[in-house]
């Protein structure tokens, strides 16, 4: 079941710093959009993140955006941040995560997968190799397949919380 479990867990992605990469052996980014970089469905960056993306770059982080999203909702998006991106990812399918790896010349076991669904971002980490930040979704879906995504989360969410507690009382 390790295979649902992120190498960290955050809350949002202005806690990714270079200093956790450079800790867990990371040199490269794999980015979601959705709850991750922006509200969901927006085409507004959250605030920071654009600032915090330059930082990462200043410090020799390569990065990229993996979207399941079409192309017409990425490309504008990631102008923003000045990223190369990849759409319509087929995440939590393996192709994606090593092309995108490819991409940014770099070796799977040095790219860092972060987004806020485990289903998706850090299963298809997981699953070629790669580590996974999972974040805390910037906001809540109203849909129903993300309340139903978001319920079977639950539990493994609720376990990483406990597991962190339990680490700081020791």
């Not at 270079?18 to 605030?47: F, K, W, Y």
Request: proline letters at 4%.
């Amino acid at each position: 079941m390790r295979i649902v479990y992120p190498t960290v867990s955050l809350q949002n992605i202005l806690a990714v710093t270079p200093e956790l990469l450079r800790e867990i052996g990371v040199t490269a980014l794999i980015l979601d959009v959705d709850n991750t970089l922006s509200l969901h469905g927006s085409q507004s960056p959250a605030e920071g993140t654009v600032e915090w993306s330059w930082n990462m770059r200043q410090n020799g982080i390569k990065m990229m955006i993996l979207s399941n999203n079409t192309r017409d909702r990425v490309r504008p998006f990631a102008a923003q941040y000045g990223l190369d991106f990849l759409s319509r990812g087929c995440k939590p399918l393996p192709f994606v995560y090593r092309s995108a790896a490819r991409k940014m010349h770099v070796e799977r076991k040095s790219v860092a997968v972060v987004g806020d669904q485990i289903f998706t971002d850090v299963l298809g980490a997981n699953l070629c190799g790669m580590k996974s930040i999972l974040l805390e979704p910037i906001q809540k879906e109203g849909s129903f397949s993300f309340r139903l995504r978001r319920k079977m989360e639950r539990g493994i969410r609720n376990r990483l919380q406990q597991d962190k507690v339990d680490r700081e009382r020791k």
